[in-house]
């Protein structure tokens, strides 16, 4: 394989899980010494400058993991159908990475979300994919549109794609309250987009099973969680607090929309306070939820909300956090998603807080220790913030310096996401070799 194409209306330096997961991917093809090119928007307003030049450089945690799953390294002579190799070998240059970015229409809250923003993206992104140099391989990441659009162009160019499924697109729509006639076509042209797929790329073993119900085929589906970069969410060490920071603070970092429901926890907060008034609670991010937040701040007291800052500064928040917030609000179609801000909270050493569906995070949350998972419901969200606050591993500075390298190991060894995008990039090798269906 010599060049990848990756489709996508998110990609770095927006603050978005599909944003990071995709620059790991692309991390990781360039250094098996494959050329890569991303097509794109341009960031959202706010977002932290983008380095393109840094994405043809190795990534700095995790080791160089097989790239086709057990057999081989990803190398820049693997054309589709050649065998893999029986040995490592090391490509002599990284791959070259180019990032076409466009303009792209976004919602009040600067998001790509409904149909004329997702219209704007993908007309051009079909255009842009018919004229480039012809790839190996096409990596795609919702919406379905997308999907579609990749499936008709790489079948024109006879060119096999990967579908990067985070979660169930037309689950959501049902959920969320969209006409029936609406839902029923977004859940047919999800299932042609995956149909066509030479492979599917799911975040979670639910998401997996939802992606062969949609099929209606046999797909090749591989599960691969979700990560985050331990090199910049690390625990605390020597590292002084943010200026101005709460001295007893939960933090919320990253999206508040409709679906995560984050305002359970400025309304459990009250409760909190009862017993520990010195608990504070910072949201640090934006969202469409946010304007409801901001009422809720101004009511409550002891809620701040700020806006969205680079990686290593929320890396610097969650450090000298009491404990991570992390929600899901169940029933809206993505009860199977599995959050990177868990893996932000435990590769800082952090504990979570989980409100939401007891699928998927939650289960990963009790399997590792990583914190607490509750109902989306203040009661509990509150009985579990006051539990983390009373934790003697939290009021113990030698008990919460051992939580904190436990929690940080773990997430090395389980959610790197050097490793995620790795093993991401071997399936793709793999995949590619085995050409169109």
Not at 272 to 278: A, D, F, G, K, T
Request: contains cysteine.
């Amino acid at each position: 394989m010599k060049h990848a194409v990756v489709v996508s209306r998110l990609f770095a330096p927006e603050p978005a899980a599909a944003a990071f997961r995709l620059e790991a991917l692309v991390r990781a093809l360039a250094s098996g010494g494959i050329d890569v090119t991303v097509l794109t928007s341009r960031a959202r307003p706010g977002s932290p400058p983008a380095d393109d030049d840094a994405l043809s450089r190795p990534p700095a945690d995790g080791p160089r993991l097989p790239a086709d799953g057990g057999t081989g390294h990803l190398r820049a002579d693997d054309a589709p159908g050649a065998p893999p190799g029986d040995t490592p070998r090391g490509p002599a240059r990284p791959g070259r990475v180019r990032v076409r970015r466009a303009r792209v229409l976004r919602d009040s809250s600067g998001y790509v979300r409904g149909y004329l923003p997702y219209l704007s993206f993908d007309v051009p992104a079909a255009l842009r994919l018919l004229t480039v140099r012809r790839p190996d391989v096409v990596v795609v990441e919702p919406p379905p549109t997308t999907g579609v659009v990749v499936r008709l162009v790489c079948a024109l160019r006879r060119v096999p794609y990967v579908y990067y499924a985070a979660d169930v697109w037309s689950d959501a729509a049902r959920s969320t309250g969209s006409p029936r006639v609406v839902s029923a076509l977004l859940a047919r042209l999800e299932g042609w987009a995956l149909r066509g797929a030479r492979g599917v790329v799911a975040v979670s073993e639910g998401v997996a099973a939802r992606v062969r119900e949609l099929a209606r085929r046999e797909v090749d589906v591989e599960v691969v969680r979700n990560g985050i970069d331990t090199e910049v969410f690390r625990p605390a060490d020597d590292d002084p607090p943010v200026p101005g920071a709460p001295g007893t603070y939960f933090l919320y970092a990253g999206t508040a929309s409709e679906w995560q429901g984050a305002e359970v926890f400025a309304l459990a907060l009250e409760s909190v306070r009862e017993q520990h008034p010195e608990a504070e609670l910072v949201y640090l991010g934006s969202g469409s939820a946010w304007d409801g937040l901001r009422d809720l701040a101004e009511r409550a007291g002891a809620v701040h909300l700020l806006p969205p800052v680079r990686a290593a500064e929320a890396a610097r928040w969650l450090r000298h956090a009491a404990g991570a917030l992390v929600s899901i609000v169940p029933g809206l179609g993505y009860d199977f998603a599995l959050p990177t801000k868990i893996f932000a909270a435990s590769a800082s050493g952090v504990p979570v807080v989980f409100a939401g569906p007891t699928a998927t995070a939650a289960e990963l949350i009790a399997e590792g220790g990583l914190g607490r998972a509750v109902g989306h419901d203040r009661d509990a969200v509150a009985e579990a913030m006051r539990a983390v606050l009373e934790d003697p591993e939290t009021t113990d500075p030698v008990r919460r310096a051992a939580r904190a390298a436990r929690l940080a190991t773990w997430t090395h060894e389980h959610a790197s996401l050097a490793r995620v995008g790795q093993r991401v990039a071997g399936l793709v090798a793999r995949w590619a070799r085995e050409g169109t269906r």
